[in-house]
């Protein structure tokens, strides 16, 4: 089952951008539809974004215009791109990954984004 590590998080001023990255291990994320989601302090996790292959993306409507998910499974990783930050954008961000077709599932530890001025 493929390990996942997320980095980039980090204080963002309102109105900035965040790009985020995932690295996978222990696998390979050819056979694995990944994404993002996030958990904001006092509220459930809530999904932002999901990247099969390379041409069906799902966009939470929290994120349209906003988010965009890519990956480079050459190099392995996952990317979140996220702009036009504002203050309850600050949250722990995840980066998930499950093998097409089951349920089986991987998540990474999480990186804090916070946006504050």
């Known amino acids: 089952q493929v390990q996942l590590v997320e980095s980039g998080g980090g204080l963002v001023q309102p109105g900035g951008s965040l790009k985020l990255s995932c690295a996978a291990s222990g696998d390979s994320l050819d056979r694995y539809e990944v994404g993002w989601s996030r958990r904001i302090p006092g509220k459930e996790r809530e999904l932002i974004a999901t990247?099969?292959?390379?041409?069906?993306?799902h966009c939470a409507q929290v994120a349209k215009g906003r988010a965009t998910i890519t990956r480079d499974n050459a190099k392995n990783m996952v990317f979140l791109q996220m702009n036009n930050l504002g203050p309850e954008d600050s949250a722990n961000y995840y980066c998930?990954?499950?093998?097409?077709?089951?349920?089986?599932?991987?998540w990474g530890p999480g990186t804090q984004v916070t946006v504050s001025s």
């Open positions: 990247l099969r292959a390379f041409h069906f993306e």
């Open positions: 998930h990954a499950k093998v097409i077709g089951t349920s089986v599932s991987s």
